[in-house]
């Protein structure tokens, strides 16, 4: 089954304003960052309804070099592309700390939506605050072609 990036972006938006919550991934009453991406996932179908992400502590990546995000997204068949060929609905991960540790989703209008501790939940950025942060962009399996 396909589903059409529209489709996942309209899912993602539709999770605007739940709050932040550490380890959750419940759209209207909290989420993290990974709980909003893996969510969003399940709730259109690109993972299973009984999908469990691997738990980690909330500050994990400030003294450990674990790419738990990276393990996982590659896990569940996503494949980093080349920024020049980043499109709405792909995932883009960025590096606070000494890994990989905070996830979001282009929308087209080139912001991210993302779920964001200190804006205490699901927002959309111009993705300022991650200016500067190596990150990596993921194309996710079961999602439609990009267009170009």
Same mark, same amino acid.
């Given at each position: 089954?396909?589903? +059409?990036?529209?489709?996942?972006?309209?899912?993602?938006?539709?999770?605007?304003?739940? $709050?932040?919550?550490?380890?959750? =991934?419940?759209?209207?009453? @909290?989420?993290?960052?990974?709980?909003?991406?893996?969510?969003?996932?399940?709730?259109?179908?690109?993972? !299973?309804?009984?999908?469990? !992400? $691997?738990?980690?502590? @909330?500050?994990?990546?400030?003294? &450990?070099?674990?790419?738990?995000?990276?393990?996982?997204?590659?896990?569940?068949?996503?494949?980093?592309? $080349?920024?020049?060929?980043? &499109?709405?609905?792909?995932?883009?991960?960025?590096?606070?700390? &000494?890994?990989? +540790?905070?996830?979001?989703?282009?929308? !087209?209008?080139?912001?991210?939506?993302?779920?964001?501790? =200190?804006?205490? @939940?699901?927002?959309?950025?111009?993705?300022?605050?991650?200016? @500067?942060?190596?990150?990596?962009?993921?194309?996710?399996?079961?999602?439609?072609? $990009?267009?170009?």
């Amino acid at each position: 089954m396909i589903i +059409s990036r529209a489709d996942f972006i309209k899912e993602a938006l539709s999770w605007v304003g739940t $709050p932040y919550k550490s380890l959750q =991934s419940c759209k209207g009453k @909290g989420c993290d960052c990974a709980g909003f991406i893996y969510g969003t996932m399940k709730n259109v179908g690109l993972l !299973p309804a009984d999908y469990m !992400p $691997p738990r980690v502590s @909330g500050q994990w990546y400030m003294h &450990r070099t674990n790419e738990v995000f990276i393990e996982e997204l590659t896990r569940v068949g996503a494949v980093q592309i $080349p920024d020049m060929d980043t &499109r709405p609905g792909d995932i883009v991960s960025f590096k606070f700390g &000494r890994a990989q +540790s905070h996830l979001t989703i282009l929308l !087209p209008t080139m912001k991210f939506i993302h779920c964001l501790a =200190s804006a205490n @939940g699901v927002v959309i950025t111009s993705g300022a605050e991650n200016a @500067g942060h190596a990150h990596i962009t993921w194309r996710l399996p079961g999602l439609s072609a $990009p267009e170009a």
